[in-house]
């Protein structure tokens, strides 16, 4: 049995009155599994497979399966997720004019399961800037949305306060706080652990400077959402009552469907009256502010030419090239400007696409071209059984039978794993050796 802390029963007990039974013994009972499909990735794996009811991408699977073993995994055609915070979409399609492009900031990205689900859900055209301030979660986050495969994401490295210069800039800012994590209690024990009463103030407070610090880079009827994984009103409720006292924002109504409940200021899932995990979350319009929006300087960026850029992505068009020595991006047009902006005013860790290094005048591709759903359909490609794609994702060496030369895809299924070069009767390995799986 879980051994919750004495304070976290009583005030749950005090909350719930007659459903607290049903939510204690909910904490001992296994989470379910859930994840969320890509999209931009189809695949009929999981067909047949429970729904989501609030996601439309969203599935439960019966036990849990070793995702490692797993090369859609890594090829980036779901995300493991929890359930609960798919809630998210709920918001975004009642909320949300999704007719015109929009600017999008996550801003507490890590490890990437909302961002990957506003770039599923926001409309071409669009521009979603992921930020998380610690490097090594930076570092995860960049590798997850690369797998998702868009270029339409900048990921950032920067604190709430930094972003206060960009008045008025964003249409949508998400606000996945971070909290006490009562709402992992079940699924992760070392939350109980860490768990105190002091750390309750402490995350209210810091959680109370985050949104007024973020609500200037937001426009004027702007969408706020804000979110936790907690059941605390004083991380929730009451950290969305001083933004609306103070009438910086008018709270919106969400609708309390498939077992959500209503609160004071917005909706929470608890484990015994939904299939996930504890999970807040509140949608809210900025009121005018009277600040002035920014100046848009827009820096010039001078492009760069090379010549075989065509032959590596669809619609070469579409993009304009960048180098950092002899490094080569390719950037979506219509975010150009954008990605000029942010960089005078943010640590940028991640923008458009890497496409690959040169060595003399040879292009070494990257990992992540090989992620992007836009690159080149002409491509050679091998598809893999699945014991070879796990050697290919061990970093492995494969046979090349048929005398393959040059660069080509290692495919799984029908869709990309990463590059591999045809060397005589083998196969040399470009799988990046930070994200190898271990001999499993």
Not at 24 to 52: M, Q, T, W, Y
Not at 72 to 87: I, P, R
Not at 269 to 293: C, T
Request: hydrophobic letters at 40%.
């Amino acid at each position: 049995m879980l051994k919750l802390p004495e304070f976290f029963v009583t005030r749950m007990t005090s909350h719930l009155g007659a459903d607290a039974v049903p939510f204690f013994e909910a904490l001992d009972k296994d989470p379910p599994v859930s994840l969320r499909l890509n999209p931009f990735k189809p695949s009929s794996v999981f067909d047949g497979h429970e729904l989501v009811p609030w996601c439309e991408k969203g599935r439960y699977l019966q036990e849990r399966i070793s995702f490692t073993l797993d090369p859609l995994f890594h090829a980036g055609c779901y995300y493991v997720q929890e359930a609960s915070s798919m809630y998210l979409e709920c918001v975004i399609n009642k909320h949300l004019n999704t007719e015109s492009p929009l600017r999008v900031l996550d801003l507490c990205a890590a490890p990437g399961g909302k961002s990957t689900h506003l770039l599923s859900l926001i409309p071409e055209g669009s521009l979603l800037v992921s930020n998380e301030p610690i490097p090594s979660r930076n570092n995860i986050l960049r590798d997850n949305l690369s797998k998702w495969g868009l270029a339409n994401v900048v990921v950032v490295q920067n604190q709430a306060k930094d972003f206060q210069s960009l008045t008025h800039y964003f249409d949508v800012v998400l606000v996945d706080a971070p909290c006490s994590g009562e709402g992992l209690f079940r699924k992760n024990h070392e939350a109980v652990n860490e768990w105190s009463e002091e750390n309750l103030a402490m995350c209210s407070h810091r959680q109370q400077n985050i949104l007024e610090e973020i609500l200037h880079c937001l426009k004027p009827g702007g969408l706020l959402i804000y979110s936790t994984c907690t059941f605390n009103p004083a991380e929730n409720d009451e950290v969305c009552s001083v933004l609306e006292k103070n009438e910086l924002v008018e709270l919106l109504k969400l609708d309390a469907l498939h077992g959500a409940v209503t609160t004071k200021c917005g909706l929470q899932m608890y484990p015994h009256k939904v299939q996930g995990e504890g999970f807040y979350l509140a949608a809210m319009r900025k009121i005018s502010d009277g600040q002035e929006p920014m100046t848009m300087k827009r820096p010039k960026q001078k492009p760069v030419s090379l010549k075989s850029i065509g032959s590596w992505l669809k619609n070469a068009d579409k993009f304009q090239l960048e180098s950092n020595k002899d490094l080569f991006f390719a950037i979506p047009n219509h975010i150009c400007d954008d990605i000029a902006i942010l960089r005078s005013h943010l640590f940028v860790r991640k923008a458009g696409i890497f496409i690959g290094s040169l060595t003399g005048d040879d292009l070494i591709p990257s990992q992540e071209l090989a992620m992007f759903v836009g690159r080149a359909d002409q491509l050679p490609s091998i598809e893999l059984p699945l014991e070879e794609a796990l050697r290919y994702l061990r970093g492995e060496a494969l046979p090349n039978g048929n005398q393959v030369k040059g660069w080509c895809i290692a495919n799984y299924n029908g869709h990309a794993l990463g590059w591999m070069k045809g060397v005589g009767n083998r196969f040399n390995n470009s799988y990046p050796k930070e994200l190898r799986i271990r001999n499993l």
